[in-house]
Nanobody
Framework: QVQLVESGGGLVQAGGSLRLSCAAS????????MAWYRQAPGKEREFVAR???????YYADSVKGRFTISRDNARNTVYLRMNSLKPEDTAIYYC?????????WGQGTQVTVSS
């Protein structure tokens, strides 16, 4: 079992920045693919960014160039640095861990970007 706890969300003005953290416990995440997803009100949950266990990084087109995913295996933590935030980035952000057929979600952290 992997427990994921997100933090760092909040209210920020458009153009501002936030850094989300996802602290994992229960298992070391070094062999897990880690990702961030988000869900805006009335919309489906969507992929934001992924950091594979082998070091590959992927981003949704909507955040490319503005968001940076990173991981610190020693701290068992994944981060999402979000710059140049836009009102359309407003959503609940979820941390996700997957290895083989095992996958885990965090409870989410709210990010609200005001115009």
């Amino acid at each position: 079992q992997v427990q994921l706890v997100e933090s760092g969300g909040g209210l920020v003005q458009a153009g501002g920045s936030l850094r989300l953290s996802c602290a994992a416990s229960g298992r070391l995440i070094s062999t897990y693919n880690m990702a961030w997803y988000r869900q805006a009100p009335g919309k489906e949950r969507e992929f934001v960014a992924r950091f594979s266990w082998s070091g590959d990084v992927y981003y949704a087109d909507s955040v490319k160039g503005r968001f940076t995913i990173s991981r610190d295996n020693a701290r068992n933590t994944v981060y999402l640095r979000m710059n140049s935030l836009k009102p359309e980035d407003t959503a609940i952000y979820y941390c996700f861990a997957i290895r083989g057929s095992y996958d885990y979600w965090g409870q989410g952290t709210q990010v609200t970007v005001s115009s």
